[in-house]
């Protein structure tokens, strides 16, 4: 489930805005279109299964006690891309790849926010175990991609720091 | 690439034999320009640096820290040492033009004797000398360079964007560029730069699609080698400075990106692969552990003119990393010897760029000339006399800062005052002028408004943790480069090896604990918010200079510091 979209290319393999993509996206935006494209592919993936309590769960305890993980182990299979500090905190933009065989689901979990599961995704068979989102962060925190594989649980921790900003260099 | 121990030898014995000494009395005895920057040519690729020029187009005085603490894995590592360390490290001799380059070792005295430092029209001079030696050598400009200066703020960076093409400047990256706005940035590489120069950053992308903005890359063939330059643009610009000049566009260090960048260009031929960066010392070094494939990396940024690089190793071999320091006090030369498709040696120098010793170059005097003309009433008031040296840069304040904070204080009515902890920011010596020139040197940014705030204790604590952690996080990734904000009024401890929100402690007014519910009136100056007013800084503390005429020697607030006292990086 490949869901960001990847660079255009010139002939020289530099990577160049598409201004005619961007328009268009932009006018469906306006016009209310995109609610009734595929963009909501991966809710509608997912629809099937929502569990309410873990998405509302506080702490992380509970939201894993939600999910139902007992334990997981950490893997180098599981990577969480992001940067190192947030531009903007309400809007924080993440990668999570599973290279893990039979990935059956992948979860992001942000430790110190409130509620802290934020997105999940059943994965089908046969689909690529990748996907970018963009999450909200209260505050500082580790993010745990969690990742379903084989019915064993697996994760990998990245550190996102939300800062005040404005002290110039 | 391999550095044998020989080559090693050479390279720093070359740092210190080429420069002036003082002698018992005091009187120098200086060589002619040939003789100082005699540095013969090595190998077949040149590489020419500066970066941080702050927009500084004529000749300044420049004095480095003496606090640049490195904390966790960069205690005591280069940029990490300061005064008779940092000399003892590089293997520099005391009393030499080196010794006045590189530390703020007898800054008075050695700068009496060994003049001001950098200028265009001598850097220039400079550029042509070594170009002379080394046919088609490339000159990188690692940005900060069209911020600094009133006059590059009053012509919205035009200046400087002609001194750069009169300079040669045939690549460039970029950081404070972007507080012009990235209408104004995309003008001038769309049109001033157009087949000129090329303005590369791998990781500026658009925040909605993530495309590229600018070319992450540039490959130059040079003497018969395909050389690769990558643009790294400062990873925190629109958190550092405000979100609201480049709203589109996201920034970040982008590992996995230059890695794919490094990977392509090689792919496509290049032998030498450079990364141009703003990313930072530290930050540039641990990149290098953990990028394969770049046989160097041309820094800036953080300021710090290393005369001797470090060599990283990673998983597809070593790394050079260079900081090439400030206001166009020195120039990086780095050439690579590159035979049988790699880089078989290399010889790296940073030379500080003695504005006596080098003649200006009359082109470029004449150019400068032209460009200041219409300002040179208002450059040239005089607002007061300094009785003390004026300088910036350091970890927690420097007395420039400390001006800045006190005449907000008088001016707002204000208990606390709080100054940026920029890098930027000429040095004057006592008993001189203080010209309106100079006090824009310290203040000129598009967003110097001056502000009065009310503030509870514990607003303050949050604020100051939070600037502390972007300077002592035991992580490089997680810094932002800039130093500890700068308090007037209150006083502070502050441990740099404490976890976040535990370093600031025994804050105090008067003497008096600072109370977490307690308000107090808060004076500062460049706010990040969109829609920000108030008084321009220079304003406000113009004003003060005219009504105090003379100002003494002012003592510094400096922090009581924990946990420190070996640290290399600091000589108080």
Known sequence: MQVYTMFDSDEKGVQVMDQGRRNALRMASALGLVCAGSLLGPMRAFAGEWKANSFEAKGLANALKELGVDSYTMSGEVSVISAEIAENGAVVPVSVNSAIPNTEYMAILIEKNPNPLSVAFNIPEGTEAAFTTRVKMGETSNILALVKANGKWFAASKEVKVTLGGCGG | ?572
């Open chain 2, 1 to 572: 690439m391999s550095i044998s121990r020989r080559q090693f030898i050479q390279l720093i014995g070359a740092a210190a034999a080429s420069g002036m000494l003082l002698n018992a009395k005091g009187v120098l005895a200086a060589p002619s320009m040939d003789k100082l920057y005699d540095i013969p040519r090595f190998g077949n690729v040149h590489l020419l640096h500066f970066t941080d020029c702050h927009a500084q187009l004529r000749p300044i005085y420049f004095r480095e820290p003496n606090v640049n603490l490195g904390v966790g894995q960069a205690i005591g590592r280069p940029p990490h040492l300061v005064g008779e360390k940092l000399l003892h490290h590089m293997d520099i001799k005391p009393g030499s033009s080196e010794a006045y380059a590189f530390s703020y070792l007898n800054f008075e005295q050695a700068s009496n004797a060994f003049g001001k430092v950098g200028g265009f029209s001598h850097l220039a001079t400079l550029v042509k000398h070594m170009k002379d030696s080394r046919p088609n050598a490339l000159l990188l400009d690692g940005g900060d360079t069209w911020q600094g200066s009133a006059t590059a703020l009053w012509t919205n960076g035009q200046d400087m964007v002609d001194a750069c093409l009169q300079l040669g400047v045939d690549v460039m990256t970029a950081h404070w560029e972007m507080t012009l706005g990235d209408k104004r940035v995309k003008e001038i590489v769309e049109k001033d730069f157009k087949n000129r120069v090329d303005f590369i950053a791998q990781n500026i992308k658009t925040t909605d699609f993530g495309d590229q903005v600018f070319a992450p890359y540039v490959i130059k063939e040079m003497n018969g080698v395909p050389v690769a330059i990558i643009g790294q643009a400062f990873p925190y610009t629109p958190i550092a400075n405000p979100r609201h000049f480049v709203p589109d566009w996201t920034f970040g260090i982008q590992e996995e990106n230059l890695q794919a960048m490094v990977d392509e260009a090689r792919a496509k031929g290049a032998k030498v692969v450079v990364l141009l960066s703003h990313n930072g010392m530290d930050v540039d070094i641990k990149l290098a552990s953990r990028v394969r494939g770049m046989d160097a990396i041309l820094g800036g940024h953080t300021h710090d003119g290393m005369p001797v690089p470090v060599i990283v190793d990673n998983a597809g071999g070593k790394t050079l990393v260079t900081n090439a320091g400030s206001n166009s006090k020195f120039l990086g030369v780095l050439d690579f010897d590159v035979r049988a498709g790699a880089v078989q040696g290399f010889k790296y120098r940073l030379l500080p760029v003695f504005s006596n010793y080098l003649p200006a170059d009359p082109e470029m005097e004449q150019l400068i000339g032209k460009l200041r003309a219409p300002f040179e009433n208002r450059l040239n008031e005089k607002l007061a006399v300094t009785q003390g040296t004026l300088y910036r840069r350091g970890n927690f304040n420097g007395t420039f800062d400390q001006l800045i904070v006190n005449a907000l204080m008088e001016v707002k009515g204000a208990e606390i005052a709080f100054s940026p902890g920029f890098r930027w920011g000429t040095s004057l010596l006592p008993n001189t002028e203080i010209l309106m020139e100079n006090l824009m040197d310290q203040t000129a940014t598009t967003y110097s408004h001056s502000t009065l705030t009310e503030m509870t204790g514990s607003m303050i604590k949050t604020v100051m943790e939070d600037v502390a952690d972007n300077l002592f996080n035991p992580d490089p990734y997680y810094q932002q480069g800039g130093d500890m904000v700068r308090v007037g009024g209150m006083t502070y401890a502050i441990d740099p090896n404490a976890a976040m929100g535990s370093r600031v402690q025994d804050m105090r007014l008067n003497g008096v604990p600072i109370e977490a519910t307690k308000k107090y009136k808060v004076a500062g100056w460049a706010p990040v918010a969109e829609g920000a007013s108030g008084e321009p800084v220079w304003d406000v503390v113009a004003t003060w200079l005219r009504s105090k005429k003379s100002v003494p020697p002012l003592p510094l607030n400096t922090p009581r510091i924990i946990g420190m006292d070996t640290n290399p990086g600091m000589a108080l």
